[in-house]
Antibody, heavy 122, light 109 residues
Framework: QVQLVQSGAEVKKPGASVKVSCKASGYTFTSYYMHWVRQAPGQGLEWMGVINPSGGSTNSAQKFQGRVTMTRDTSTTTVYMELSSLRSKDTAVYYC???????????????WGQGTLVTVSS | QAVVTQEPSLTVSPGGTVTLTCGSSTGAVTSGHYPYWFQQKPGQAPMTLIYDTSNKHSWTPARFSGSLLGGKAALTLSGAQPEDEAEYYCLLTYNAARVFGGGTQLTVL
C-alpha cells in the first residue's frame, strides 16, 4: 500500500533553515510527482511546490521562490523540502502529497504524509 | 497569483443538501483548472474527495458530487451526515501552479 512517512517535528530559530523529509513506499517512486503543502495553525492549506522525482525538476509557488529547495534521493525513495530564512510566519504543519502520474498526469493528491510540525521561535 | 474564493462557513441539517462553491479571481472556473475538493477534519491530513471537477476516488462517499456551476466549481453534499462536519478546501491549477481556496467550515446541525 502507498505510504508517505515524514520526519519528526522541528524547532528552529528565526533566520535558520529546516529540511523536512518524506519517504515514499508502495509504488514506483519515479513515476509520480510529489507536492509540498503547508498549513499554519488555524489557517488554510497553502501549496508550496512540486518535484519530479525522476529528473529532479521542480516548480514552486511564486511566494516561496528563492527560499524553498526541493530535492530527492531515488536510492532511498525520499523527497526533501528545505525552507530557508525562516520567520515566525513559517510556523506550520508541512505535508507531502503524492502528485500526478508523470506520464498520464492523473491521480493527483491521492495520498498524503502525516505532516511535520515546524515551529519557528526565538 | 490568482486568488481562489470559498464561502467561509456553511450549515446544513442532517439529511439535508448543501453546495459549496469555489471561484477564481481570474474569471470563470473551467475544467481546465482541474478543480479538486478536499475534506479535512481536526488533527488530520486532508483527504481528496473529488478530482478533475467531478471524479470520485474509491473512498469518496456517494453523497458527495462535484460539478461546474455558474462559473465556479461546486461540491454538493446530498444527505449530510454528522461525520461530514469538517473543513473543505478546493484547489485550482493555473499553468502547473496550484492554488488552494481559503476553505469552508461545514457544520452539520
Amino acid at each position: 500500500q502507498v505510504q508517505l512517512v515524514q520526519s519528526g517535528a522541528e524547532v528552529k530559530k528565526p533566520g535558520a533553515s529546516v529540511k523536512v523529509s518524506c519517504k515514499a513506499s508502495g509504488y514506483t517512486f519515479t513515476s509520480y510527482y510529489m507536492h509540498w503543502v503547508r498549513q499554519a495553525p488555524g489557517q488554510g492549506l497553502e501549496w508550496m511546490g512540486v518535484i519530479n522525482p525522476s529528473g529532479g525538476s521542480t516548480n514552486s509557488a511564486q511566494k516561496f521562490q528563492g527560499r524553498v529547495t526541493m530535492t530527492r534521493d531515488t536510492s532511498t525513495t525520499t523527497v526533501y523540502m528545505e525552507l530557508s530564512s525562516l520567520r515566525s510566519k513559517d510556523t506550520a504543519v508541512y505535508y507531502c502529497a503524492r502528485g500526478p502520474d508523470i506520464l498520464t498526469l492523473t491521480t493527483d493528491f491521492d495520498f498524503w504524509g502525516q505532516g511535520t510540525l515546524v515551529t519557528v521561535s526565538s | 497569483q490568482a486568488v481562489v474564493t470559498q464561502e467561509p462557513s456553511l450549515t446544513v441539517s442532517p439529511g439535508g443538501t448543501v453546495t459549496l462553491t469555489c471561484g477564481s479571481s481570474t474569471g470563470a472556473v473551467t475544467s481546465g483548472h482541474y478543480p479538486y475538493w478536499f475534506q479535512q477534519k481536526p488533527g488530520q491530513a486532508p483527504m481528496t474527495l473529488i478530482y478533475d471537477t467531478s471524479n470520485k476516488h474509491s473512498w469518496t462517499p456517494a453523497r458527495f458530487s462535484g460539478s461546474l456551476l455558474g462559473g465556479k466549481a461546486a461540491l454538493t453534499l446530498s444527505g449530510a451526515q454528522p461525520e461530514d462536519e469538517a473543513e473543505y478546501y478546493c484547489l485550482l491549477t493555473y499553468n502547473a501552479a496550484r492554488v488552494f481556496g481559503g476553505g469552508t467550515q461545514l457544520t452539520v446541525l
